[in-house]
Each structure stands twice: as C-alpha cells, then as structure tokens.
C-alpha cells in the first residue's frame, strides 16, 4: 500500500511526498515538521494511505 505525506502551508498544499511504507512515512513527516515550520512555513502534515484515509496528522500553531 502506498503512503502520501503532505505538506500545509497556510494557503494549502505546498509538497507531496510519496512513501511505499506507513513507518517511513510518518517517521519523516514528525522528523522533518520542526524544521520545515520554521523555514518552509509549513503550518500542518498529515500522512495518508492510497485510499485518502489519515493515518497520521501534525499541526503547529503559527
């Protein structure tokens, strides 16, 4: 099953990013949130399963 992590900026979707398994998907999303927030402005990430189904969501208050 394929994984999507997707990254929110605050006028919406600003990267996709595909990932074949669950773990390493959501292993990037949380080692990446801190530091793409501060320079990327990312405000939210979730990582979904092929069928849309969020399997993993992070939000940081701006």
Same mark, same amino acid.
């Given at each position: &099953? @394929?994984? &999507?992590?997707?990254?929110? !900026?605050?006028?919406g979707i *600003?990267?996709k990013?595909?990932?074949? @398994?669950e773990?390493?998907?959501?292993d990037h999303?949380?080692a990446t949130?801190?530091a =793409?927030?501060?320079?990327? !402005?990312i405000? !939210?990430?979730?990582v =979904?399963?092929d069928?849309g189904?969020v *399997?993993?969501?992070?939000? !940081?208050a701006?």
């Amino acid at each position: &099953m @394929a994984y &999507m992590v997707i990254w929110y !900026g605050k006028e919406g979707i *600003v990267e996709k990013t595909p990932f074949d @398994a669950e773990r390493a998907a959501r292993d990037h999303a949380l080692a990446t949130f801190l530091a =793409r927030k501060q320079n990327d !402005g990312i405000v !939210g990430v979730e990582v =979904r399963k092929d069928d849309g189904t969020v *399997v993993f969501s992070q939000a !940081g208050a701006s």
